[in-house]
């Protein structure tokens, strides 16, 4: 028997909660035909979310799988939400379209759009021309709507400058790694007026040892299927339940069994050190490291 490193679509769920950017709302894109404008005292980081922000808790909530986009009815997609307990879950969300399938009419576009009253849903507007990587800014929306110039499949998304001012540049909207070609769906959107978490492409998570720990503070560093990486790491202690890996505290995973996640401590293979305590055994994990394990009673 092995026991099975909980994953979402080949990486850590807290991948989405890999530190270097503080949670916050996305800033709007200026409206000067395609230059990037400091956005000043508006700006927030759109980037990963916090590993205190939610998630640590260990709570139930994952009514379907966003990687696989399973477990909703036609018309509806499975995205990331914040739970009123304050952790993170999922969700089926019924809109006009998928903003990753791309599904409206052909010369359209899904994408998230504003409206005057504060709301923001998916919706078939008119495709932009701005590629993955250019600078973006908001189109000429009809009254009553706001969106972005980027073309099909892409999130006009607040980044920082090495100035200190902010940019605003389509990246790609995923479900899974396999949606991007370049780095992981590893970036989360807060976007007001919608409950919904969508994705973009960022970056690769930067690689570690998780004997050594050797991620750069407050990252922690968890085993994954692709290897291990250095990520927000969560308070959550030998025993807990949890959903993924790090809900963990540091030099633990959360593994299944029995229909369960759990976090357990990581151990070497074959028997060395570190090795288990209180009589557990040290157990494979689906992930490319093949000397870590995780202790399971």
């Excluded at 005292?41 to 986009?69: I, L, R, Y």
């Excluded at 074959?270 to 093949?290: E, F, H, L, Q």
Aim: with cysteine; proline share 5%; net charge negative.
């Amino acid at each position: 028997m092995s026991a099975r490193l909980v994953l979402l679509g080949g990486a850590l769920m807290l991948g989405l909660w890999v530190a270097g950017c503080d949670d916050g709302e996305t800033v709007r894109p200026p409206t000067d035909g395609g230059t990037t404008l400091d956005s000043g005292t508006d700006a927030g980081d759109s980037g990963a979310v916090d590993a205190g922000d939610g998630g640590g808790g260990g709570s139930s909530g994952f009514a379907c799988n966003v990687a696989k986009q399973e477990g909703c009815a036609a018309g509806q997609s499975c995205l990331y939400t914040d739970l009123t307990d304050g952790g993170t879950g999922s969700q089926c969300f019924e809109a006009a379209c998928d903003v990753v399938r791309q599904d409206c009419p052909s010369g359209q576009r899904c994408t998230y759009v504003g409206t005057d009253g504060g709301t923001t849903a998916r919706q078939c507007v008119a495709a932009g021309t701005a590629t993955e990587g250019a600078p973006c800014t908001l189109a000429e929306s009809p009254p009553g709507q706001t969106y972005d110039t980027c073309a099909a499949g892409l999130y006009c998304k607040d980044e920082p400058r090495d100035d200190g001012g902010t940019g605003f540049f389509c990246r790609k909207l995923c479900h899974a790694l396999s949606d991007c070609g370049s780095g992981e769906c590893n970036t989360v959107l807060r976007l007001s007026g919608t409950r919904e978490l969508p994705l973009v492409c960022g970056p690769a998570s930067a690689r570690c040892d998780p004997f050594a720990q050797d991620c750069e503070s407050p990252l922690a560093c968890y085993p994954a299927a692709n290897g291990a990486v250095c990520a927000g790491q969560g308070s959550l202690t030998e025993g807990a339940a949890c959903e993924f890996s790090n809900q963990c505290s540091q030099g633990s995973t959360c593994v299944m069994a029995g229909g369960g996640g759990t976090c357990r401590t990581l151990c070497r293979l074959p028997a060395g050190s570190p090795g288990c305590a209180n009589g557990a055994t040290c157990r494979t994990i689906n992930n490319n490291d093949s000397d870590v394990g995780a202790c399971v009673p």
